[in-house]
């Protein structure tokens, strides 16, 4: 392979290279988001989690059927058991808001 060659497939790596870590199950498609950020309230009635991400307040639709990881990547349960301040890492879709498909505590 010449050296222009290798240059050109790292760079196309490079580039098909998700922007963030991938989730543990869920599948990354190329309308998966990702933000990281520390939990202001999880609404257990509505099913939403808030997260207060760089870019401001994010809302994700966060049902039991949601997977959550706890740090050491095992599983933790459902949204439900996340706290306020809580650091995490949420994937998620875009459907009529955020739809969370899975979250990791950091």
Not at 24 to 38: H, I, N, Q
Not at 60 to 69: C, I, L, N, R, S
Not at 71 to 95: C, D, F, N
Request: no cysteine; charged share 20%.
């Amino acid at each position: 392979m010449t050296a222009t060659a290798l240059v050109t497939a790292l760079a196309a790596l490079l580039l098909a290279a998700a922007p963030f870590p991938a989730p543990r199950l869920a599948p990354v498609t190329e309308r998966t988001k990702s933000d990281a950020g520390v939990v202001v309230s999880v609404d257990a009635a509505k099913g939403e989690v808030v997260l207060k991400a760089a870019a401001g307040l994010l809302t994700v639709k966060a049902g039991a059927e949601v997977q959550v990881f706890d740090a050491a990547g095992k599983p933790a349960g459902a949204p439900t058991s996340l706290a306020p301040g809580q650091k995490i890492r949420v994937w998620y879709v875009v459907e009529n808001g955020a739809r969370a498909v899975e979250i990791a505590a950091e």
